[in-house]
């Protein structure tokens, strides 16, 4: 898959993808986040846990510039996203995918249509278009569904149409809020799978939301291999070292590190959490 | 709790008007820079235009009818019953083809807009597409405003033609008039200002269904129970705008043209 025309990255090489500081954010009087800051540098993977509500999806939102913070800094790139009007924000999310919680489809258009959406906007050649669809379809091992419409997918196809419409761009940044919820363990493994995939195939920094704790830690310690086209552990109970976690919990960041520094934590509630 | 209530409440009003004046603003300038989303201009044409086209008609031509009907018992005490043309005519350019055609739309389309916008903002189906890039303003509002307004223009002529044909169908088999001389009264009374006052009305209600359609649509919250309530409130909000903006309009016209 082609990089976008203008790699974003190359305007503040240094600068972490994401940096939040200080972000608070209600609604009618409230509060869902509060004083929240991090940041995740290139080729990172952030994952984020928390329960229900905490305002997980809140946030992620916030890092694509769909809601703006109350209060605080949001920096994607480089770039202060909370001082943009929506036409600037819409040059910037060409670098950015995003899978929705609901995956978010288009009902009115069919799986291709949805998946080209971009390229459509973009006005790629339709064979071109085609082809690039046809791709990232089998990239999702979905290549069969392609003239059906999302109504007559089931859950775990709609996330991956969803991941495969994030990623036929070959986006700087890629949002997945919850992409395995509410799905059964072997179509979750199936999606951890892709997104493993395309973090060591295409090392593209990512957030990641989930519920499943053991999603979690499969993404710490798994990486791809190219050669079986499957995951596998990594050798000697070895973690990826580009995965971050980040705990929530009611709207404030209560872990922000490592895995090993999440393992360790001795804190009660986070110990409490991942039991 | 009320009267904590009449300040938030009022607020929200406030707050409702500019949302739907910026909304209503974005979408008029949209339409006059690139992209243009042509081929949604063209569906929402065709649903808009050739799908209320059979509504137009029945009620253009029953109106007709029984405006036929009314006049021409009226004006038999009178012994004027050879006006019955020139009234039909009149009443329909003037007033009943435009409100009628108008308020037929809004309910078909003006719920339509609201239920369609408001489940894909349910869904989060207009996040989706501003994450992928796209200003759902210009992909959504805009070609619903220029289809909503060019179609219902033409509807409403095709409203005032067939409801003064079937008046002149009333006219002549049931009332006994000679097919000429209701052609000719309704010529000979229909005037210029008439026509344009006529034919201004649906610019300003094909405006008011898709703008309050679609505002009532994109600001839906609460699932789908929010969808039924955003397509009802379009409705009620679009028809009462029509009417009071029929008032306005015609006002207007009295003051240019004099009658
Ligand atoms: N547009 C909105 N308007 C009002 N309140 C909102 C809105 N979006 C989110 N909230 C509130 O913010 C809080 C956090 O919501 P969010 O969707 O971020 O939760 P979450 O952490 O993603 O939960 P889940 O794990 O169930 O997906 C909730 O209490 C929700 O009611
Ligand atoms: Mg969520």
Known sequence: MAKSARPIEDLHPDAPVVDFANVSIGFEGKHVLKDISFRVERGQTMIILGPAGCGKSVLMKLANGLLSPDSGTIKIFGQEISAMDERQMFGLREHIGMVFQESALFDSLSVEDNVAYRLHEEHMPEDEAHTKVVEALKFVELAAAIAKFPSELSGGMRRRVSIARAIITAPDLILYDSPTGGLDPITSTTIVELIVKQRDVSHTTSLLITHRIQDAFTLATHQFNKATGHMEPIPNGGIDDSTRFLILNEGSIVFRGSTQELVRSEDPWIREYLA | ?259
């Open chain 2, 1 to 259: 709790m009320p009267f904590l209530n009449i300040e938030s409440f009022a607020k929200k009003q406030v707050a409702g008007v500019q949302d739907y004046s910026l909304l209503a603003g974005r979408a008029v300038a949209n339409l006059f820079t690139a992209p243009r989303y042509w081929s949604e201009i063209w569906s929402q044409m065709d649903s808009i235009g050739v799908g209320s086209m059979p509504i137009v008609i029945l009620t253009g031509f029953f109106t007709g009818c029984v405006l036929a009907l009314q006049s021409a018992t009226a004006l038999k005490e009178f012994g004027a019953v050879n006006k019955t043309g020139g009234l039909v005519a009149l009443s329909m350019v003037k007033e009943l083809g435009p409100v009628l055609t108008g308020l037929m739309v809004s309910g078909r389309n003006a719920s339509g807009m609201a239920s369609e916008l408001g489940s894909m903002k349910v869904t989060e189906q207009i996040d989706a597409m501003r994450a992928l890039g796209t200003d759902p303003i210009r992909k959504l509002v805009a070609p619903r405003l220029f289809a909503t307004v060019f179609m219902l223009f033409f509807l409403t002529i095709i409203s005032d033609a067939v409801g003064i044909a079937g008046g002149a169908l009333v006219s002549t088999t049931l009332i006994g008039l000679p097919w000429s001389s209701y052609i000719a009264d309704s010529y000979d009374k229909l005037l210029y200002g008439d026509v344009v006052a006529g034919m201004t009305k649906p610019l300003f209600s094909g405006f008011i269904i898709a703008t309050v359609g679609c505002y009532f649509g994109l600001k839906t919250t609460g699932g789908t129970q929010g969808v039924g309530k955003a397509t009802t409130e379009a409705v009620v909000v679009s028809s009462v705008f029509i009417i009071v903006v029929d008032f306005l309009v015609t006002r207007l016209m009295i003051g240019i043209f004099g009658s």
